[in-house]
Nanobody, 125 residues
Framework: QVQLEESGGGLVQAGGSLRLSCAAS????????VAWFRQAQGKEREFVAG????????YYADFMKGRFTISRDNAKNTVYLQMTSLKPEDTAIYYC??????????????????WGHGTQVTISS
């Protein structure tokens, strides 16, 4: 069993930055690929970025266009999402989740084993 807890969300102005954290407990994250998803109000949950168990491979949604960076520190059992040049359309609840899949399978929410409860990110214009 893995418990995931997201933090780092908040309210920032457009153009600003935030760094989200996903901390795990109960089991080491180093065995899993970890991804970030987001869900805006009234919309489906969408894939944002994923990182392999070692951190050597990353996979991003097309809309990222270099604005977001996913990273991990297995010694701290934590995965990060650095977000820059934030836009109002980035407003959503951001979730982290674990999987043993890779590639395009990362985009499918049913391929994930554990989810956090999410952290709210709000970008004002």
């Amino acid at each position: 069993q893995v418990q995931l807890e997201e933090s780092g969300g908040g309210l920032v102005q457009a153009g600003g930055s935030l760094r989200l954290s996903c901390a795990a407990s109960g089991r080491t994250l180093s065995s899993y690929t970890v991804a970030w998803f987001r869900q805006a109000q009234g919309k489906e949950r969408e894939f944002v970025a994923g990182i392999s168990w070692s951190g050597g491979l990353t996979y991003y949604a097309d809309f990222m266009k270099g604005r977001f960076t996913i990273s991990r520190d297995n010694a701290k059992n934590t995965v990060y999402l650095q977000m820059t040049s934030l836009k109002p359309e980035d407003t959503a609840i951001y979730y982290c989740a674990t999987t043993t899949q890779w590639g395009s399978r990362l985009r499918v929410t049913t391929n994930y084993d554990y989810w956090g409860h999410g952290t709210q990110v709000t970008i004002s214009s």
